[in-house]
């Protein structure tokens, strides 16, 4: 294929489809089974060839961190069976980002940790000038 420069720029620059804010906003799912281009978001269901679409919320019990988004070309491709999978996925979404966050505060914790042992290690206080300085104390 060939690249579309005007279009990825105007997609890139482009603001949020409303219903993103809105899902992000409340917690709350939204499902576009038969979108009008007449819509806030019109642009984004014409430009993209959107039929259908879904905006599910992805957080934590601290709040909302973004938004899941699924669009299909053809119109009520959103079954109830099928929300329930992409629902399900976004709040594994949530907790693997709590996870990566508590994993990142550890590895920040250690870090400091190490470097403190190792500034603790090399202070001039800890050297000793004997070839045996015996225990620390």
């Known amino acids: ?5 005007e279009g ?5 620059e482009a603001a949020a489809p409303a219903i993103v804010d809105e899902v992000f906003r409340t917690r709350t799912t939204a499902v576009l089974h038969e979108p009008n281009l007449n819509m806030p978001d019109g642009w984004w269901l014409d430009t993209c060839g959107i039929g259908a679409a879904v ?6 019990p601290d709040g909302p961190l973004g938004v899941l988004t699924l669009d299909d070309p053809r119109r009520r491709r ?6 329930a999978l992409a629902e399900s996925a976004a709040a594994q979404f949530g907790v693997l980002y709590e996870w990566a966050r508590l994993l990142d505060d550890q ?3 250690m870090r400091a940790a190490c470097s ?6 090399s202070s001039p206080s800890r050297r000793s000038t004997s ?3 015996g225990p620390v104390r």
Do not use: C, E, K, Q
């Open 55 to 60: 905006a599910i919320p992805i957080g934590t």
């Open 107 to 109: 590895a920040r914790s």
């Open 116 to 121: 403190w042992t190792t500034m603790l290690a």
């Open 1 to 5: 294929g060939s690249a579309d420069r």
């Open 78 to 83: 959103f079954t109830t069976p099928v929300l």
């Open 131 to 133: 070839t045996n300085p």
């Open 8 to 12: 990825y720029r105007a997609f890139t």
